[in-house]
């Protein structure tokens, strides 16, 4: 096992080292000198541009700037931001909690709907209920879901008014010490009313945010099912006698999940690809919008810092499902 | 010469796939989908009741036909500038269909090209290449997209790079994957041993046995592309206004959702159903060439 973790660990950091390369890449790759079109038309002082370019070390060699880059990012040092001028590792981990929890939310809502879906489409192939579901999920999987996310406003904050249309919890709340996640600091701080209204601030946001992997699970958490139902384990079961229940939900389920949970661990990315949708639709204020924002803005140090350590949480992700995926199935490990 | 592939007991390859293909009923209703909104594409410079472009200032969020205060002359109405809507979304399946088409072009022959290379070159360049596509991979898509956007600057084709760029390396794990699987195949080592080279080997030899996932994977991200190029569009770093893309459509009007439902519902219809159509396709691609999930 510890070898298997090696392994993997080892194809772990050329990847980290090209994702470096890339983002460090990302400014110098802009057309024309970056500081000037940061500035954008406010225009800029010889000072300050004299300033930005020792601190940006455009004036060493380029090895000499990755190196520097590279040791700043194993440092925690990924720059300052061009507008709020405090440092990008700072805003990165202050934001990071709020498309957590959004995430976490809409992974729960995809898994808690679509796994039982799946198996029960699954037990009753071929019906009308597996035909249903089936066009259902595939919607789903069609779904433009910036689109989507207007719909549901349209219907629910504008027609029936039951949810608010942005942020994350009504103004006249205020926590002295957040941790960022508003479910939990609303219970901490004991308010009324405080996270019924984070909750209602919380759900077309989960809904939107997790509406593609809801059907991309039920999609293949019924595939795998109907798989493993053709296995001669599953009909030595149903002849022991055993109740389908038993038969379906346990001795089938188990093994079907396999494949289930590397569709749901890949789903991180496209997580994090839907919160910059999401998150800019419904004003969420995390990783997502902060990056549409900065490229906006041109606050390029911000989107170089966040480029880096969003595909370093998928990388990290993406290498925990390896490692449960060895300790699911033991024959990964011995390739 | 006795033609071989004419004799009735097999029937060619095109019937045999029509056959499988027919089997399923919702790849046949996105093929008509898809083929309808193909001839609106190619024929909306002329099909098109008004120019996609032109304001018509006294009709401003016009409803559509069927409400009070609508006209046939609008039949899906105006948007905020008085632009017709139906006009407007038969020119923006043009921009659609050409970002699929485009998109998968550039991703699919680079992807075919660089994968085929990895499963004939030496274990390093293989490891190399692999290593490169796994660094793009561990970016979100559309993140990696949007910051490609904003270094090559807002616009309908440097958007359609953007997405190429980051659909590229699916093809090149999917090609990699069945390559490496065809070569231990006798046939291939028949090939070499009567004398083919390696370009040979590869592009007629082997590419052709591998085609059957690339197509599928050719299906599903013609919709792939359509959509992040509309999440593009949508985020202002796509196709630019007046453009009538679809997704920037949508963004132009987002601020009017709550006065003019329509400005807002069609454009997101016609993305929807596009793709809908498309994936329906690729079902039904997969059922029909994927041998292992025919039913024989």
């Not at chain 1, 053709?230 to 030595?236: K, S």
């Not at chain 2, 659909?167 to 041993?193: C, G, I, M, N």
């Amino acid at each position: 096992m510890l070898k298997y973790v090696l392994t993997r660990l080892l194809t772990f950091l050329p990847t980290f080292i090209g994702v470096t390369l890339i983002s460090f890449g990302f400014i110098r790759a802009l057309p024309g000198d970056p500081i000037i079109v940061m500035a954008g038309e406010r225009g800029i002082s010889e000072e300050r541009y004299a300033e930005l370019v020792a601190q940006f070390g455009f004036d060493k060699p380029l090895t000499v700037q990755f190196w520097d880059y590279l040791k700043g990012v194993l440092q925690g040092d990924l720059g300052t931001s061009f507008v709020t001028k405090k440092p990008v590792w700072d805003e990165f981990f202050a934001l990071f909690p709020a498309t957590l929890e959004l995430s976490l939310c809409a992974m729960i809502f995809a898994i808690v709907l679509g796994l039982p879906a799946g198996v029960i489409a699954a037990v009753n192939r071929g019906k009308l209920f597996d035909r249903a579901l089936m066009s259902t999920a595939l919607i789903g999987y069609s779904m433009p879901i910036f689109w989507w996310a207007l719909l549901l406003i349209i219907v629910f904050s504008g027609q029936l008014h039951w949810t608010p249309v942005s942020g994350r919890i009504d103004l006249i709340y205020y926590f002295p010490n957040p941790t960022g996640f508003m479910i939990y600091d609303a219970i901490a701080s004991g308010q009324d009313g405080a996270l019924w209204s984070a909750l209602r601030h919380l759900i077309l946001p989960t809904i939107v945010l997790g509406t593609i992997p809801l059907a991309v699970i039920a999609r293949q958490t019924r595939s795998a099912m109907l798989e493993v139902l053709g296995e001669d384990y599953i009909r030595t079961a149903r002849a022991k006698g055993l109740p389908p229940a038993r038969v379906n939900g346990i001795h089938a389920l188990r093994n079907a999940m396999i494949p289930v949970i590397t569709v749901i661990g890949l789903s991180v990315g496209t997580l994090l690809a839907g919160a910059i949708l999401t998150e800019t639709i419904f004003s969420w204020p995390g990783i997502g919008k902060w990056m549409v924002d900065s490229i906006f803005r041109r606050d390029y140090p911000v989107v170089q810092g966040g480029l880096l350590l969003t595909a370093v949480m998928v990388m990290i992700v993406n290498f925990i499902v390896d490692i449960l995926y060895g300790v699911i199935n033991p024959k990964i490990r011995k390739r | 010469m006795i033609d071989l592939a004419q004799s009735p007991a097999r029937p060619s390859a095109l019937a045999e796939f029509w056959f499988y293909f027919r089997e399923n009923r919702g790849a046949v209703i996105g093929l008509w989908v898809f083929g309808a909104f193909l001839l609106i594409a190619l024929l909306a410079p002329w099909i098109a009741p008004h120019d996609p472009t032109m304001q018509y200032r006294e009709h401003i969020l016009q409803p559509p036909v069927w409400q009070d205060g609508g006209s046939w002359a609008f039949p899906l109405g105006t948007d905020p500038v008085g632009r017709d809507m139906l006009s407007r979304l038969m020119v923006g399946a043009r921009f659609s269909f050409f970002v699929g088409i485009v998109v998968v072009a550039v991703a699919s022959t680079g992807g075919i090209i660089i994968g085929l290379l990895s499963g004939f070159m030496p274990r390093w360049l293989d490891t190399i290449i692999i290593r490169l596509m796994d660094i793009i991979l561990a970016f979100p898509s559309l993140l990696l997209a949007l910051v490609l956007v904003a270094v090559l600057g807002p616009s309908l084709v440097n958007a359609m790079i953007a997405i190429a760029i980051v659909l590229q390396p699916h093809y090149v794990r999917l090609t990699r994957a069945s390559v490496l699987a065809e070569r231990q195949k006798d046939y291939v080592t028949s090939a070499r041993v009567a004398g083919a080279g390696t370009l040979r080997l590869m592009f007629v030899t082997v590419l052709p046995n591998c085609m059957a996932p690339i197509i599928v994977q050719a299906a599903l991200s013609f919709s792939t592309a359509i959509l992040d190029a509309a999440a593009l569009g949508f985020l202002n770093m796509g196709a630019q206004p007046p453009t009538p893309e679809w997704g920037t459509m949508l963004a132009e009007s987002r601020e009017f959702i709550q006065r003019a439902w329509w400005v807002v519902t069609f454009p997101g219809i016609a993305i929807l159903v596009t793709v809908l159509a498309i994936n329906l396709m690729g079902d039904g691609l997969r059922d029909a060439l994927d041998p292992k999930l025919k039913r024989s």
